[in-house]
């Protein structure tokens, strides 16, 4: 589905964007693969083989997202499209219910989530104009941005942020429509991941989200769950799909949850 694409994703030496990673190159691809500890840049070029690079950098300093991008070009001959997955918790600067956040959390996780999100695709937008050529942008959103679980996930800050990336993927999608530009939003809910470690090994949070994410038996996401919805966004069959938030929830937005 991917064949002769070349995809740079941000934060995609662990986790979702390097699952997204081995599975855009199964498909075809070409993938330049930025994350920030050298280490993990080192381990998934050799697990992703020949068919990709990977950079080490900060997803929210500008200059990442267009070494990455003229990465792909210079090495594979092209740019086609961006994922962009680096985000996190900032719970340990200072996130967490309002009346608790610092200004500094506030901050942090706003750099961390959305200014790094917007540095990637303004600098994907304005390579894919001056290409003259279209393209396609998926952004990595959270259910918190629509859907609070106020118990066991009350960091305000990042649900703010997750909302947030909708809202701008949107706005922007209606706006580069014309030019053939597509940018789309994949949401999941709790996925085992390193940032999820939190509740990933709490046996009461384990046994909350095994009734807010009932399907498939009722368990916690696997990176490998949102990947296919990644290669369809990413590929032409998507062609004719802007603007869209796309949640891979295990069913969370429906369920209830038990306590």
């Known amino acids: 589905m991917l064949k002769n694409k070349k995809i740079v994703i941000i934060g995609g030496t662990t986790g979702l964007g390097l ?16 994350g920030r500890n050298p280490e993990s840049c080192v381990a998934a070029e050799i697990e992703l083989g020949e068919n990709a690079h990977a950079m080490s950098g900060d997803a929210a300093n500008p200059d990442t997202p267009n070494k990455a991008i003229d990465l792909a070009i210079n090495d594979f001959g092209g740019f086609d499209g961006l994922y962009h997955v680096a985000g ?11 009346h608790e956040i610092s200004l500094e ?22 390579k894919f104009l001056a290409l ?7 952004n990595m959103g959270s259910v918190l941005g629509v859907s609070p679980s106020p118990k066991y996930f009350s960091t305000h800050a990042y649900a703010a942020t ?4 909708i809202g701008f993927s949107k706005s922007i999608a209606a706006y580069y429509a ?16 390193p940032m999820s470690q ?39 069959g998507s062609k004719f799909t802007t603007g869209q938030a796309l949640f891979v929830d295990g069913g969370w937005g429906v369920s209830e949850g038990q306590y």
Request: aromatic share 6%; no cysteine; net charge positive.
């Open 198 to 236: 939190r509740a990933s090994k709490d046996e009461v949070i384990m046994d909350f989200v095994k009734t807010k994410q009932p399907l498939d038996g009722g368990r916690n996401g696997q990176v490998s769950d949102l990947d296919g919805a990644a290669v369809y966004f990413m590929s032409d």
């Open 162 to 165: 997750k909302a947030a990336i």
């Open 178 to 193: 014309p030019d053939n530009i597509r940018i789309n939003v994949l949401a999941p809910a709790l996925v085992e991941t």
């Open 105 to 126: 959390g506030w901050n942090k996780t706003f750099e961390l989530n959305l200014t790094s999100l917007m540095l990637s695709n303004q600098a994907a937008i304005r």
């Open 88 to 98: 996190g918790s900032g719970r340990k600067f200072g996130d967490g219910p309002l």
């Open 19 to 34: 699952s997204a990673a081995k599975a855009f190159v199964k498909n075809g691809a070409k993938v330049v693969v930025v």
């Open 132 to 138: 003259g050529k279209g393209g396609t942008i998926l």
